[in-house]
């Protein structure tokens, strides 16, 4: 088996796992376990579905990941970040729509970790991942006005301009008793990490405000008076009612889930590498994301990804192996098997803190304020992607996130591309950098010969600037030499353009030489046939060669000196 494609866990224990380190891994792992309890619970309610559906999701697709993964110290379960795609395709299409779209998502996954696409993910511009993460942020606590204050309100409207007008509308109805547990609650998990970083202030929050609202008989609407009572045993496995039509519908929702559990499954893969100073294997991990949403689904679960703040609580404890991960899947099924009616009585103004505190982590304010000092055209897509994911669709943001930023980062390399005449420079006594000993105006160039030099890469977006370049000849020369010593890459949109300049050229009774040509570009012309076209003998190395040839071509005898390099090599 490639290496690369071996769990971490494989490879742990091939090199040897002691008992000391497994000590260490299962105390950092029950801590994590009790931490993800409540938040596993958030995330279900938060995306529509019930509460148990949470802890299938940390215990199944949690263990499942970890035994794969890629990563020594990630912890994965449900996340904050599908809440918004969660609960739309919920709503709409019912459990059997997400089951069918976490499957797609899951296999897509596992196509991309054996395709080694991992590290191509890497690209997907920051304003992007910004954008639709603070809208993420955004609508999560939108999502918790209700349950935070108590609202009476029979049902919340998805739509975000309608939810808002909504809650001031109903916001009379606020529950005294609810707000006060959502405003102490949101104390607590603010202010507990001065007492003591270590435990997490949500799980204080969850604990000790559930002991008093039931000890005070405090009347707030708990998870049991809205859900019942939370099941203390696994669903059997089945697979969900499966339609072609199903499928067509949520392939587009599948590849959303399976683009953002690739993406927040790798960052919390690299935060848990900066936290060691160790390396992940991207594909490997991709392919354990895959598997573990593929089970979960089966499993009545929802999609899962990387959790980066259970990551570092992770490591924070002393876990240092997969191990540990997998000691916090067992953990909460344990909990789950013994105390899982004591979950039912959690409230509801609670877990809405929790999740208020998720959002207001996950929001990234300071690198959106940061990125507003950024230019015109990131700031334009940082926009695009945070409205469109608020006001639209996740899935639609992220499409169109990405194709606005590679229609920007296209339009800056054509910028960036240029084609210029040199010998109209020359004739124009332009000024020339004195210490540039390869500018052509130390050479001769003959009567009847053009000089073009091509900056830059040779794609589709500067093919319109070469043409114009080139139309702006006023005679037709004998000779047309085209240099190429700062071209690294041609797509095929350059070479279609070298193809239709030749016949152009030939069509006029010009000669074409090409100057200094690397590696790529020469490949690509040899396997498209442009070279046997042109003929070999045109393609010379440097400039010196290319005068030469022009000189040869237009029946000259070679008299300069500082031409009698024309055999070398290198690109001129």
Known sequence: MHRKLEPKLFTILREGYTSKQFLSDMTAGVIVGIVALPLAIAFAIASGVKPEQGLYTAVVAGFLIAFLGGSRAQVSGPTGAFIVIVYGIVQKYGYDGLAVATMIAGLLLVAMGMARMGVLLKFIPY?????????????????????????????????????????????SSLSLPATGV??????????????????????????????????AGIEVE???????????????????????????????????????????????????????????????????QGVGN?????????????????????????????????????VLLLIMLFFAPLASLIPMATLAAVLIYVAYNMSE?????????????????LFATFLLTVLIDLTVAIQV?????????????????????????????EEVPEDDPLSISQRTVPEGVEVFEVQGSFFFGAIDQFKEAIRAVERKPRI??????????????????????????TRDGTKLILSGVHAQPLIAMQQSGFLERLGEENTTSNIDAALLRAQALLGYASTSSDQSNSGASVHL
């Open 127 to 171: 304003p992007v991942i910004v954008g639709f993460t603070t809208g993420i942020a955004l609508i999560i606590f939108s999502s918790q006005i209700k349950d935070f204050f108590g609202l009476s309100m029979a049902e919340v409207p998805a739509e975000f301009i309608e939810k808002w007008t909504s809650f001031g509308q109903h916001f």
């Open 182 to 215: 959502g405003v102490v609650s949101l104390l607590i998990i603010f202010l507990w990490p001065r007492v003591t970083p270590k435990i997490p202030g949500s799980l204080v929050a969850v604990f000790l405000i559930t002991a008093v609202v039931n000890v």
């Open 222 to 288: 708990t998870i049991g008076s809205r859900f019942g009572s939370v099941p203390n045993h696994l669903p059997p496995p089945q697979l969900p009612d499966l339609s072609w039509k199903l499928i067509t519908e949520m392939f587009g929702p599948g590849v959303t889930i399976a683009l953002l559990a690739a993406v927040e499954s790798l960052l919390a893969a690299v935060v848990a590498d900066g936290m060691l100073g160790t390396r992940h294997r991207s594909n490997m991990e991709l392919i354990a």
């Open 294 to 330: 593929i089970v979960s689904s089966i499993f009545s679960g929802i999609p899962a990804t990387g959790a980066i703040a259970r990551t570092a609580t992770n490591i924070k404890n002393g876990g240092r192996t997969p191990m540990a991960a997998m000691v916090h899947a067992v």
């Open 365 to 381: 304010l300071h690198a959106f304020v940061r990125l507003l000092k950024s230019p015109k055209s990131d700031v334009a897509v």
């Open 401 to 429: 996130g990405v194709v606005l930023a590679a229609f920007l980062f296209l339009q800056r390399m054509s910028n960036v591309t240029e084609v210029k005449m040199i010998t109209k420079d020359l004739q124009e006594e």
């Open 480 to 505: 047309l030499i085209i240099r190429m010593r700062n071209v690294l890459a041609i797509d095929a949109s350059g070479l279609k353009a070298l193809e239709d300049l030749l016949e152009s050229s």
